[in-house]
């Protein structure tokens, strides 16, 4: 009945199925009352609001960037974009957004986005290769070699994303250790920026990068929740930040107004911004039933305005200082 979009179509169904009432087999015939009923019941579903899409989610709550911007980080080839990747990239551009990173976590995705990114022809896309953490375990004698061919793509701006998990550790802590070890050699044997992931390794993590400091790469810790003393740590390291709709976030259990109140702390020059996608909608977004179930690269200006308020500055300013800063950093002309 969803089809009977107008009060023409629905009387017609109305029609159809009464006719086919009257004429059923059945020893019971449908009584004035039962039809009664029934037309009721089609009518209040009929006149039932029907619930939104994503796409019209999005499009309801889009603000439009003062400035463009640059999604550092964003799972494009994730399977929940296997039905409107393109429309997406279109709100994208809709929003302010100007270019996209898309996030390489193990083989099948770096290929996947190597080939999304080239051939990419109205939108500028960048991707990344490596092994996330998580996919550690699938490293093999022969990936570094195939990171090594895939890194030589002109699309691709990065290694990573790699990094240590010791949150979830679906892959061993040391199997995540020797491998994150390689993509940092690698990156500094190919000149290429490091896009990194750290949750509950801190330690483990800056005594890594430690083994091969000073770093002539680029560095940028992705998605960055971690604590006071671990950002402190990590800029000593010289490494850029990335924050997410995570900084939206009020539920005091997630962490976000702590992660806000440690923005200052970074260097204007070392700050970045991403959505993760489609991880992290933004939860500034209100009321709660306007907000899209899955996050996208759209949404990046509703982590801006939050990372601008939490540094009491101009969105403007903001916006034309990380997007800057992702340009400088992966070597981008958009």
Same mark, same amino acid.
């Given at each position: 009945?969803?089809?009977?979009?107008?009060?023409?179509?629905?009387?017609?169904?109305?029609r159809?199925?009464?006719?086919?009432?009257?004429?059923?087999?059945?020893?019971?015939?449908?009584?004035?009352?039962?039809?009664?009923?029934?037309a009721?019941?089609?009518?209040?579903?009929?006149?039932?609001?029907?619930?939104?899409?994503?796409?019209?989610?999005?499009?309801?709550?889009l603000?439009?960037?003062?400035?463009?911007? +640059?999604?550092?980080?964003?799972? @494009?080839?994730?399977?929940? !974009?296997?039905?409107? %990747?393109? /429309?997406?990239?279109?709100? *994208? $551009?809709?929003?302010?957004?100007?270019?996209?990173?898309?996030?390489?976590?193990?083989?099948?995705?770096?290929?996947?986005?190597?080939?999304?990114?080239?051939?990419?022809?109205s939108?500028?896309?960048?991707?990344?290769?490596?092994?996330?953490?998580?996919?550690?375990?699938?490293?093999?004698?022969?990936?570094?070699?195939?990171?090594?061919a895939?890194?030589?793509?002109?699309?691709?701006?990065?290694?990573?994303?790699?990094?240590?998990?010791?949150?979830?550790?679906?892959?061993p802590?040391?199997?995540?250790?020797?491998?994150?070890?390689?993509? +940092?050699?690698?990156?500094?044997? @190919?000149?290429?920026?490091? !896009?990194?992931?750290? %949750?509950d /390794?801190?330690?483990?993590? *800056? $005594?890594?990068?430690?083994?091969?400091?000073?770093?002539?790469?680029?560095?940028?810790?992705?998605?960055?929740?971690?604590?006071r003393?671990?950002?402190?740590?990590?800029?000593?390291?010289?490494?850029?930040?990335?924050?997410?709709?995570?900084?939206?976030?009020?539920?005091?259990?997630?962490?976000?107004?702590?992660?806000?109140?440690?923005?200052?702390?970074?260097?204007?020059?070392?700050?970045?911004?991403?959505?993760?996608?489609?991880?992290?909608?933004?939860?500034?977004?209100?009321?709660?039933?306007?907000?899209?179930?899955?996050?996208?690269?759209?949404?990046?200006?509703?982590? @801006?305005?939050?990372?601008?308020?939490?540094?009491?500055?101009?969105?403007?300013?903001?916006?034309? $200082?990380?997007?800057?800063?992702?340009?400088?950093?992966?070597?981008?002309k958009?």
């Open positions: 009945w969803q089809q009977c979009t107008t009060e023409v179509s629905l009387l017609l169904c109305m159809q199925l009464l006719r086919q009432l009257g004429q059923s087999h059945t020893p019971a015939i449908a009584t004035a009352a039962t039809r009664s009923s029934m009721t019941a089609m009518l209040a579903q009929a006149s039932a609001p029907t619930k939104k899409t994503q796409a019209q989610l999005v499009e309801a709550v603000r439009t960037s003062p400035v463009p911007l +640059v999604d550092i980080g964003a799972n @494009l080839v994730d399977s929940s !974009f296997g039905k409107d %990747r393109q /429309a997406v990239i279109e709100r *994208a $551009r809709q929003a302010g957004v100007e270019c996209i990173i898309v996030t390489g976590t193990c083989m099948r995705t770096n290929l996947q986005a190597k080939e999304l990114c080239e051939s990419s022809t939108f500028p896309l960048f991707f990344t290769a490596g092994v996330h953490p998580h996919n550690a375990k699938e490293c093999t004698a022969t990936t570094m070699d195939e990171l090594r895939l890194a030589s793509s002109s699309s691709c701006v990065a290694i990573g994303e790699c990094g240590l998990d010791f949150n979830r550790n679906l892959s802590p040391d199997v995540q250790e020797l491998w994150f070890d390689q993509q +940092v050699a690698l990156a500094i044997e @190919l000149q290429k920026p490091l !896009f990194m992931h750290c %949750r /390794a801190g330690d483990h993590f *800056a $005594r890594i990068l430690r083994k091969h400091a000073p770093l002539t790469v680029p560095a940028v810790i992705h998605c960055f929740t971690g604590t003393a671990e950002l402190e740590a990590f800029l000593a390291l010289d490494l850029h930040i990335g924050i997410t709709g995570w900084v939206c976030d009020e539920r005091p259990e997630r962490g976000g107004a702590e992660l806000a109140s440690l923005l200052p702390l970074i260097p204007a020059d070392r700050l970045m911004i991403e959505t993760d996608a489609p991880y992290l909608v933004p939860r500034t977004i209100k009321p709660n039933k306007a907000r899209p179930g899955r996050n996208e690269p759209a949404l990046l200006p509703f982590v @801006l305005q939050t990372v601008a308020a939490a540094l009491g500055q101009d969105e403007t300013a903001v916006g034309l $200082r990380v997007t800057a800063n992702a340009k400088r950093f992966f070597g981008i958009v």
